[in-house]
């Protein structure tokens, strides 16, 4: 790769190799005569491979992607979330402006977060070909009820006398390897078949008339040159194996590029979200410092008799102040220092923690902080214990909703968030939230079958242990993994 400037734009230059079988890249051997452009925050503005160009919001988002066979158009929520995407092909650019046809553009994996509301596909001559209305998961099409989405697939609802539920099976990192759906004698009609590379391009075979986008960690396949993944916060190019925007949270990862796929290690991490693990204590500080701050620029303002009971006053709102922000700061410092020592010592469940999702691809946002003298009884009351225990951490997923195969998850932050808590006299915090990690991800995997579990063995395990409860397992094992890694043990 290497830099250069074209039209003013900051660019650079991708050798990329041309994939003779992938259609959307050129099949001539001859070396790029212009260079692959960027914007200033590192957006690709145009594809000289592809002779595509795009357009961003001031969230880095992607508005319009214009290519030689048509337009996709994208809109979003105030929040980010895509809501419209609109697609127009086998026009003339000067007639793109007055046919559009819309697209959704499915956001993350969440299908109940996207804010589809409409889409059109029209043919070459202009004929509306696709009319769809999108109601929460339900599809309609010129008003008839089409398709329902859910977690685990689609239901074909084309012909309301005959649905037809297809199933997709995937694999450890949420690929849709095979899809599937039952025959009227109750067996297996296989309707579409995937193999990846790596990074995620895709062989595609569909043996049957039903053709299903999502694919690579589930996510749907955009119809555009190189048939890019969109992950929400920003699309992917599994052809490349590289991002075209920079990652929202680069600064965590320093040593690395902000365009690579999961640290380029695609066998074992996926990148859902781009969440992350959070100090829960991060702005609590910040709080505190600006309060301290404040009572001392008001201090030292003070122009009256520095004798007087009101600058007295002042001094001692200092000091209380300054105590807080100290005493704030050192749990922040406790906290920071598992998240860092957990990345370091036990990096796969950190990646874990730091793109958690739930059974229905919710994005789960995990909480660590730190309290003074921790007892059993600070999430609430445990029913494990007659009083309350001095404890070195905890974990917190209670189930929120039940969402039919799994409970969505609850914490003291909210929806869709764990909290891992740990005692503030810990010499290593970060072992102790490696354990408490494992609970989190497995609890969070299976919580309705582990509430089950719990509610049929009572009085087996104590602190989610022993009886063979599979939870405390996993933390035990998160543990090892972060003591070998540390210690050498």
Known sequence: MRLGVRNGIECCKFHTTRYNCAPTFATTTAS???LNEFD??????????RNMQLHYNTRNLPLDIVFDEGLIRNTYRPDGVCRIGLISRFYSMARLSALTASKRICCANSLRISKKTNKKVYDGKGRLNTNETYLGNLVLNFGVPSQILHPEGVVDVSNLSLPVVHYHLKDHLGNVRVVVNPSATNTA?????NDYYPFGMCYTKNPGSFTNKRKYNGKEEQEMPGRWLDYGARFYDPQLGRWHGVDPLAEKYESYSPFIYCLNNPIQFIDPFGREVVNAHK??????????NEAKRVMEEFDGDKKSKEYKRLVKAVKKATKEFQKIAKKFEKTERAIQDLKKYNPELFEKLDNLTDPGCNTVDVYIETVDNLKTDYFRNNPDFSKPTPLLGGAQTDAYQDEGSYYSIISKYGP???TIVLDGALSDPGRIASHEGGHVTYNIAFLKQYIEWLNNNPNKSIGGHGGGNESGK??????????RNKYKK
């Open 416 to 418: 869709s968030t764990a």
């Open 474 to 483: 996993e933390a035990d094992a998160q543990e090892k993994i972060y003591i």
């Open 189 to 193: 009609l296989i309707s579409q078949t």
């Open 32 to 34: 790029p005569t212009s």
């Open 40 to 49: 200033a925050n590192g957006n690709l503005v145009f594809d000289v491979d």
């Open 283 to 292: 702005k609590e500080k910040e709080e505190a410092e600006k309060k301290a």
